[in-house]
């Protein structure tokens, strides 16, 4: 009995398809015969019906356009009510219950195609709605990593206005004791052998043209130590001959001064940065020699500019001991400018600055100064 019910419903499936296929020219002497079989297999109503259902339902219909459903739903019918028909004739009243199990099938049907098409719609909204969610999640994820860069950038620049005013007071009350304990209390001592002059010129000329030449010595002496204030301050050779003959001169006095051997070799094209670059540039020097003969116990430092792609690039490296990098950057308390100073520089510019330090091998730094088109593009014009 199944095997016969199996074989009725592969032959129905392959007879209803091909009905609805051909539309209108189709004939129904298939459908017929189908009911024919289904009675002589003892199949009622009814099972001929879930068969039919379950064909349209699964098979046909979530293949139809929706417009095209309720023409395919109707066509179908027709082609099970020519099936039941043998069967119904030998129960009474065949026409009214094959119409009644036509209505029925027919509305099953449409609810069914209803419920499947409200069921994807509610899935696919589900699904739409589980993507916003996690987009959503993925964008206060990125804000929040936003907020906490940017609070760690205003602590950096809390950090970098405290370091800029205690350097400025260090700077302040440096210059104040240098002006009373050397170049006063030099004045003082010219003042005192100008008195003694004055007495000895009145009494005595012996001895006057050694110490006139002694208080010419310290007039020179003041002269050369007010000369050194203005070029730590800002060197007159920087504006009047340019940043490598400046670079030149502070080296000079570094390494005399310090015993520690720099090398020097600058690109000719680094004047054609404007003044405020150039200025950078020597700070960049200036303070990174400085941090040299404070911290690295180098014997040797390599200061290099040369033109790369993107603009200029200064490299100052040293054979001494290395450091953490981020530990020195992230430092609180420091009374100097150090990294931090050196980065703001040159990121206002639009540059790049960029530190390497490794053990054995001592310390890198670098700053990228952009110049045409691309200091443009840094600087935000056009």
Known sequence: MKAKSLKLSRRYRAALRTYLKQGRLASLKPAGGLGDLAQAAGLETLDLAKLHEQI?????????????RAALINQAGIFFATAITPIEKTHRNAQKAAAQIKKFVETLSRRTVELAVSNLELSLEITQRKAAEAA????EHHYTQLLKQSDSLQEQLRRLSRQILSVQEEERKRISRELHDVIAQTLTGINIRLATLKKEASVNTKGLDRNIALTQQLVEKSVN????FARELRPAVLDDLGLIPALHSFVKLFSKRTRIHVHLKAFAGVEQLDGNQRTILYRVAQE????????AHASRVEVIIQQVAKGICMKITDN???FEVERVLNARGQK?????????????VGGHFGVESVPGTGTTITALIPIGKAARNANGTH
């Open 56 to 68: 349209l339902v699964r098979e046909v219909l979530p293949n139809c356009p929706a417009r095209k």
């Open 136 to 139: 959503l999640k993925k964008s």
């Open 225 to 228: 130590l007010v000369h050194e």
């Open 288 to 295: 990174a020699l400085t941090n040299v003969s404070r911290h």
């Open 320 to 322: 001494g001991k290395s």
């Open 336 to 348: 100097r400018l150090g990294l931090l100073g050196m980065r703001e520089r040159v990121e206002m």
